[in-house]
């Protein structure tokens, strides 16, 4: 049975409407949602090769949950604020961040990845659930402001269940913060379950933070566009927060240190594999003649591309110094820390003594 969601695009790429949810989308847009989702999946596809090749520590894939982050990320402002995760590489990119960011953080030769400030894109955030109530702390902080704005953060249905997202839920409810909060349910919180976390659906969990929440066909990039911007247009309203549960799937491992054979079903995954969110969109413009195979070929070579770029950059990448992860621990000087990198330049240094 097929849990009630929005949903405006089919698996077998047919437009439907909603009443709450209607959506106008030209040709040239739905292209460029597509052409944005392949070369999510090609950047998330480099990232695992390269890790198995040695080149990353780690690599969090987001394949099948290109249509939940892309659909989302494009109905953000360039002044609202985005919360990431730490596989939200399309909402990375659908923010005009390069990748290589990404991969560098995963290599590790970057503290954090990048300027926060430049695209209104704060830094991903391997701590389960914190991320959420930054950001409402931050959209709290906004609206004191005086902002015209709005934040929305990102976590996955494991999140759901740390303290700090219903924390998270209560200071928006109570002090009205323009926030969204978007939860990918992509069914396993690694070896878990979504019905071993939650009686309810998780969208649900709303209700008894007093604010509304909904559930969307997360593998339909217009459906998860169409209420994202709805809920982003109400935050800036000052009417509060709202939960979208993107009832999507996982098709890859939890991490590149996991292995879902061992706790996944395999026709559960050929099951979520039918509702493939780029294959959905590609029978809607083959349908509707929005788009040639001249017009898939050259987004297939884009993702090649970009690909190739991130090969050769991750290969290239020079090792830093070890002492300069000292200078970027906080903002400004610090008198223990700086303690701490003269032991440790003292400690490198009677290697070199010990040589000689």
């Known amino acids: 049975m097929q849990p009630e969601y929005v949903q405006l695009l089919t698996p077998e790429g047919e437009r439907v409407q909603h009443p709450d949810h209607a959506i106008e989308v030209t040709p040239a847009q739905l292209r460029a949602l597509y052409r944005s989702m392949v070369l999510a999946r090609r950047a998330d596809a480099e990232g695992v090769t390269l890790q198995r090749q040695g080149e990353l520590g780690l690599w969090p894939s987001l394949l099948g949950q290109e249509a939940a982050q892309i659909g989302s990320a494009s109905a953000v402002r360039d002044d609202d604020h985005v919360f990431p995760s730490y596989r939200d590489h399309g909402v990375v990119l659908a923010r005009g961040l390069d990748p290589l960011h990404i991969f560098r953080m995963f290599r590790g030769v970057s503290h954090g990845g990048w300027d926060p400030a430049e695209h209104n894109i704060h830094l991903y955030t391997l701590v389960i659930g914190s991320q959420v109530l930054h950001a409402t702390g931050y959209a709290m902080a906004t609206e004191s402001d005086g902002a015209e704005s709005a934040v929305i953060a990102y976590f996955g249905d494991g999140a759901t269940s740390q303290g700090d997202v219903s924390e998270a839920f209560n200071f928006a409810a109570v002090y009205n913060a323009p926030v969204v909060f978007f939860c990918q349910n ?113 987004a297939d070579e884009d993702g090649e591309r970009l690909a190739l770029r991130l090969r050769n950059s991750v290969r290239s990448m020079p090792s830093p110094d070890l002492s300069e992860f000292f200078d970027v621990t906080y903002a400004g000087a610090h008198p223990l820390v700086a303690e701490e990198r003269d032991g440790f330049l003292d400690y490198q240094a009677s290697f070199a003594e010990a040589e000689h």
């Not at 309810?200 to 709303?206: C, F, I, N, S, T």
């Not at 593998?219 to 935050?235: E, M, Q, S």
């Not at 590609?282 to 017009?295: I, M, P, Q, S, T």
Request: proline share 6%; hydrophobic share 35%.
């Open 186 to 298: 992509n069914q396993w919180a690694i070896s878990e379950p979504t019905q071993r976390q939650s009686r309810v659906p998780l969208h649900r969990r709303a209700d008894g933070f007093g604010f509304p929440g909904i559930r969307v066909d997360g593998n339909d990039v217009l459906a998860c566009l169409a209420v994202t911007r709805a809920a982003l247009d109400r935050a800036r309203s000052g009417q509060g927060p709202t939960l979208i549960e993107a009832y999507t799937y996982r098709m890859g491992a939890h991490t590149t240190s996991d292995d879902p054979s061992r706790y996944r079903d395999p026709e559960e995954l050929r099951d979520w594999a039918a509702k493939d969110p780029i294959s959905r969109l590609r029978k809607h413009l083959e349908r509707e003649r929005f788009a040639d195979d001249g017009f898939f070929a050259e």
